[in-house]
């Protein structure tokens, strides 16, 4: 983190988390997943991989702890000034009934979805093993609720997010010829995305060209770049720890009568489902909007993921817009709307907006002109 790094108050998160406490019966919560370490922390450290960890929060109603060990010591105690660290030896699971015992805790909740069935069970080993009386309770989606709603400078940093990566894009399409391969697009744009400011992409970028472009989350490979065939692109750049999330798709020369057909009714139903957002609408209720149009074209079929979802501190978090979603549009809330057609042996075309749900409708965070998908070879 530099030192012009856009900081956000954490101690309101952590009155809002306490607030909980009594409607969850609990006294005590562990934070595990380091996005909500994050949130509630300001402390940065990513986890690696799953049966890894650079440390948990433990937040009860009169303390803030923050365990870790050795490796991550300095970096939460210049990232977290608002908690007391604690550095453990021998491992999280180990220290983390000590811990408890020093903060007089007795019912505990914590991130189920992040402890592992050994974790868990090691934990209650631990505890009985020092006769101490604490009741564990998995808890689920309690932060993340907390994190669905933007404030001010959240919004503005996914701005910025937006707008490294479209920076980056358009630079891309001066560069961009027949021939490359997918892989030498995805690596360039990732550099691209770099240079405009980003601390690293959002997520593994997709570049897929000609048939491979109906793989909705295809892998870039070797396969080149020709021209009247869709190229899809899913890119986004993280900033200040905030994800970025487009996809467009181009073609080299004029398109073909394909490519315009199907290219019109995406851009359609994305253009009636970001018209459709608002507070109080539900999730389910865009999705559907959007998947009406595709399937009165008679592509219905052909669109089978969800229209959209939530960005953030993760790529992919609440609200979800899906047949199946729950989750009803609150102003500060950050959804992307990508409606994709995906036709096999022909390929596919995806557009991706990110959009801030306002008191009175939409925000499309996006600049990029969704007319310019014929790129002019040199």
Same mark, same amino acid.
């Given at each position: 983190m530099t030192s012009d790094t856009p900081q956000i108050p954490t101690s309101p998160r952590v009155a809002r988390l306490r607030e909980t406490f009594a409607r969850n019966g609990l006294d005590t919560f562990i934070i595990l997943i380091d996005a909500n370490r994050r949130y509630l922390s300001g402390y940065t450290a990513d986890d &690696?991989? $799953? /049966?890894?960890?650079? &440390?948990?929060?433990? #937040?009860?109603?009169?303390?803030?702890?923050?365990?870790?060990?050795?490796?991550?010591?300095?970096?939460a105690r210049q990232e977290a000034p608002g908690y007391k660290i604690v550095r453990y030896r021998k491992g999280l699971i180990d220290a983390l009934p000590s811990l408890l015992e020093q903060v007089h805790a007795r019912s505990v909740g914590f991130e189920s979805t992040r402890l592992t069935v050994k974790q868990h069970q090691d934990l209650i080993d631990h505890l009985a093993e020092n006769q101490l009386p604490i009741r564990l309770v998995a808890t689920e989606n309690q932060v993340e609720f907390m994190r669905r709603a933007k404030d001010p400078t959240e919004v503005a940093i996914t701005r910025q997010a937006v707008a490294c990566a479209e920076t980056a894009f358009r630079h891309l399409q001066a560069w961009l010829q027949p021939g490359m391969t997918e892989s030498e697009v995805a690596r360039k744009l990732e550099e691209l995305m770099l240079t405009a400011g980003a601390e690293a992409p959002s997520f593994p970028i997709i570049v897929a060209a000609g048939a491979n472009s109906a793989k909705p989350h295809a892998v870039p490979g070797n396969e080149p770049l020709k021209t009247g065939e869709p190229i899809l692109l899913d890119w986004g750049a993280r900033f200040a720890g905030y994800c970025s999330d487009i996809s467009r798709t181009v073609v080299f020369g004029p398109p073909d009568e394909q490519f315009q057909k199907i290219y019109a009714i995406v851009r359609q139903a994305q253009a009636a489902a970001i018209a459709a957002i608002k507070p109080g609408a539900h999730g389910q209720?865009?999705?559907?909007?959007?998947?009406? #149009? #595709?399937?009165?074209?008679? $592509?219905? /079929?052909?669109? !089978?993921?969800?229209?959209?979802? !939530?960005?953030g501190l993760c790529i992919h978090e609440a609200p979800r817009l899906s047949p199946h979603s729950d989750d009803i549009l609150e102003a500060g809330m950050i959804v992307t709307v990508e409606p994709g057609i995906y036709l096999p042996e022909w390929g596919g075309i995806r557009l991706e907006n990110q959009v801030l749900v306002t008191a009175n409708g939409a925000d499309v965070l996006n600049t990029l002109d969704l007319d310019a998908y014929s790129l002019v070879t040199s």
């Open positions: &690696g991989q $799953f /049966d890894e960890t650079a &440390g948990a929060l433990i #937040i009860t109603a009169e303390h803030c702890l923050l365990a870790t060990d050795s490796r991550y010591d300095l970096q209720t865009v999705d559907a909007v959007a998947r009406k #149009i #595709i399937e009165a074209a008679g $592509f219905g /079929d052909h669109f !089978g993921h969800s229209l959209g979802h !939530g960005t």
